[in-house]
């Protein structure tokens, strides 16, 4: 059983940084695609940014050039470092594994992240 925790979220000014942290435990990390996803305010969750197992990314067109997804294998830790934030990027922030042979997938308890303008 995977469990994922999540940290670094908090309230920033249009224009800022900030740095999400998603600690795994309790699995291979390395057998695990892992993503960032958000939910704002009445709108579904969203899928904001995927670092796969052999380290390649992809990102939502509204954050491309702005978020950049990392893995850590020895940290057993993947980052999300947003910058250029925007009040559109106020949402609670999700971390998410899935095991790539078995697809289990897990979820973070998520992390508030708020963007003032």
């Known amino acids: 059983q995977v469990q994922l925790v999540e940290s670094g979220g908090g309230l920033m000014q249009t224009g800022g940084s900030l740095r999400l942290l998603c600690a795994a435990s309790g699995g291979i990390f390395g057998i695990h695609n892992m993503a960032w996803y958000r939910q704002a305010p009445g709108k579904q969750r969203e899928l904001v940014a995927l670092?796969?197992?052999?380290?390649?990314?992809n990102y939502a067109d509204s954050v491309s050039g702005r978020f950049t997804i990392s893995r850590d294998h020895a940290k057993n830790t993947v980052y999300l470092q947003m910058n250029s934030l925007k009040p559109e990027d106020t949402a609670v922030y999700y971390c998410?594994?899935?095991?790539?042979?078995?697809?289990?997938?897990?979820w973070g308890q998520g992390t508030q992240v708020t963007v003032s303008s």
């Open positions: 998410y594994a899935q095991n790539v042979r078995t697809r289990n997938e897990y």
């Open positions: 670092v796969n197992a052999g380290g390649g990314t």
